[in-house]
């Protein structure tokens, strides 16, 4: 069982930069691709990004390209995502969200194990 733990949310100004964590209790991070989701109040949760179990392949949402950079470190066993140039349509709650599988996909129903999530507020 895949314990995750997001860490970095905050408040800050639109045009900002954060970095989010998610540190994942396992033994080994390297079997699983994992991804960024995020939900704002009154609305469904939505793509953000992904990446492969490897790091060697990634996928972003439309409306984060260009900004947010997801990477990981297998052997520190954690997923980040760096958020730059902040707007204040990226307020959201972020999960990070993990999957015994090689590849990285969008489709929130195909992840097995969810962090808790991290409040990203960003003002105009």
């Known amino acids: 069982q895949v314990q995750l733990a997001e860490s970095g949310g905050g408040l800050v100004r639109a045009g900002d930069s954060l970095r989010l964590s998610c540190a994942a209790s396992v033994r080994t991070f390297s079997p699983y691709a994992a991804g960024w989701f995020r939900q704002a109040p009154g609305k469904e949760r939505e793509f953000v990004a992904a990446i492969s179990s490897s790091g060697s392949s990634t996928m972003y949402a439309d409306s984060v390209k260009g900004r947010f950079t997801i990477s990981r470190d297998n052997a520190k066993r954690t997923l980040y995502l760096q958020m730059n140039s902040l707007k204040p349509e990226d307020t959201a709650v972020y999960y990070c969200?993990?999957?015994?599988?090689?590849?990285?996909?969008?489709?929130?129903?195909?992840?097995?194990?969810w962090g808790q999530g991290t409040q990203v507020t960003v003002s105009s």
């Open positions: 969200a993990a999957r015994p599988y090689i590849s990285a996909v969008e489709r929130a129903t195909m992840y097995d194990y």
